[in-house]
Nanobody, 123 residues
Framework: QVQLEESGGGLVQAGGSLRLSCVFSGRTINNYAMAWFRQAPGKQREFVAAMWRSGESANYADSVKGRFTMSRDNAGNIFYLQMDSLKPEDTAVYYC????????????????WGRGTQVTVSS
């Protein structure tokens, strides 16, 4: 059974940076596509970024393109979300997710989820 655990959230001022990590366990990470989603209070969970199994390319939501970078370390069973130039509207609980299939921007597409890590950006 795949298990995911996020870390790295916290409180940061607008313009600052954070790096989220997601530790993958239970299976071979090389076979799984990975993604990050976020959910702000009172809002639906929204897509942030997704990366193919190979790690060669990633897709990003327009709202984070150019500011966030997703990467993965298959040898270390971990993937990351580097968040720069943070804005108050980035405040949310961030979740990592994975699936054996192709990547998607739709949350139901993913089979496994972490519990989330809170990111708060102050103005």
């Amino acid at each position: 059974q795949v298990q995911l655990e996020e870390s790295g959230g916290g409180l940061v001022q607008a313009g600052g940076s954070l790096r989220l990590s997601c530790v993958f366990s239970g299976r071979t990470i090389n076979n799984y596509a990975m993604a990050w989603f976020r959910q702000a209070p009172g809002k639906q969970r929204e897509f942030v970024a997704a990366m193919w199994r190979s790690g060669e390319s990633a897709n990003y939501a327009d709202s984070v393109k150019g500011r966030f970078t997703m990467s993965r370390d298959n040898a270390g069973n971990i993937f990351y979300l580097q968040m720069d130039s943070l804005k108050p509207e980035d405040t949310a609980v961030y979740y990592c997710a994975s699936t054996l299939g192709i990547i998607s921007a739709r949350a139901p597409h993913y089979d496994y989820w972490g519990r989330g890590t809170q990111v708060t950006v102050s103005s």
